[in-house]
């Protein structure tokens, strides 16, 4: 996920989950490998999983991974589990070993995710439609957002080219006075968003959540547009993060298996987790340490569901 540098992270109520299956631990002797991807949403999953399931008498690992490559290494039983996979970037590998019985999907994450068009909060007092899209159709809001570079039309703030975007594609489609420009990297994003909400400069743009800036700029998501093809070129939608185990999970670590089944995360947690990491400088082990520490009344009913 090449826009998801940031992220994660905390979990959530396992109460909510319902009691758990009591299991056999299984193996304890052998360390439960468990993925750790290349964005920080993904780490601090992976480190909260891996303490939980130390609560509950295991050994663990963390198995640095890229995020396609790490599929196959699933698939092969190298990493047990991958507690944080979205479903929107997982190529043609990650069905497939689904497929053929390699891997073992164990659900939701819980990660209320978005993906969309976002504005400094303060817009709405300038342009009162907001969030209806309809907002970017009135010539007065239009010309708050336009540049000496996009006039008459108002300038978007897309992601950067490399990444791919859908958002020059959605303009056209809706006719929107608008006028798509790609950023230059997510620092970049970053420091717009951070101006724009200090000096009450007008921008609207692409973004995505969980990410930590949202636990410190305060933002509005437009309500998109419908779509007109019902195709990922022409749509944007908030993409589903499962978990998942390898096939042989379940029978060597019972008792693990049905705690991370209970397992969750919850975005507010998470991006306040990330905040902590990517702007405060704290370090991902101490942060997950922290939660714990914090947060046994929500992680034990998972571990006691699964052992009693």
């Known amino acids: 996920m090449k ?36 964005w920080t949403g993904a780490q601090i999953t992976s480190q909260i999983a891996g303490r939980v399931l130390e609560k509950a008498g295991y050994k663990v690992e963390y198995v640095t991974a890229g995020n396609y490559p790490h599929f196959q290494g699933l698939a092969d039983g190298e990493i047990a589990v991958s507690p944080e996979i979205w479903l929107n970037n997982v190529g043609d590998i ?75 594609t959605i303009i056209a489609d809706n006719s929107l006075a608008l006028t798509a420009v790609p950023s230059g990297s997510e620092g970049a994003m970053l420091a717009e968003l951070r101006a724009a909400g200090a000096a009450k400069t007008p921008l609207v743009m ?32 908030a993409p589903d993060v499962n978990k998942a185990v390898w096939s042989g999970f379940k029978d060597k670590w019972p008792a693990g298996y049905e705690v ?23 370090s991902l082990e101490s942060v997950a340490d922290g939660w714990i520490a914090a947060n046994e009344a929500l ?3 998972w571990v006691d569901g699964a052992l009693n």
């Not at 976002?118 to 907002?135: D, G």
């Not at 990410?211 to 022409?234: K, R, S, Y």
């Open 3 to 38: 826009h998801l540098t940031t992220t994660v992270c905390a979990v959530v109520l396992g109460a909510l989950a319902g009691p758990g299956i009591a299991a056999e631990p299984g193996a304890t002797d052998q360390p439960i490998r468990i993925a750790m991807l290349e």
């Open 94 to 168: 990650y069905p497939k070993v689904l497929a053929e019985g390699k891997v073992e999907d164990l659900g939701s994450l819980g990660l209320e995710t978005n993906e969309g068009w976002i504005y400094p909060k303060f817009m709405e007092e300038l342009c009162p439609a907001l969030p209806s899209w309809e907002a970017l159709n009135d010539p007065a809001c239009v010309a708050l957002l336009a540049t000496p570079d996009t006039m008459p039309n108002g300038r978007f703030l897309d992601y950067p080219a490399d990444w791919g975007s859908r958002a020059a």
């Open 206 to 237: 692409m973004f995505w959540a969980p990410h930590f800036i949202l636990a410190e700029v305060e933002v509005g998501w437009i309500d998109m547009p419908p779509c007109v093809q019902d195709t990922n070129e022409h749509c944007i939608r």
């Open 260 to 282: 991370l089944k209970a397992f969750s995360v919850s975005t507010e947690d998470q991006q306040q987790m990330m905040l902590a990491i990517d702007q405060n400088g704290e």
């Open 299 to 301: 992680w034990r009913p």
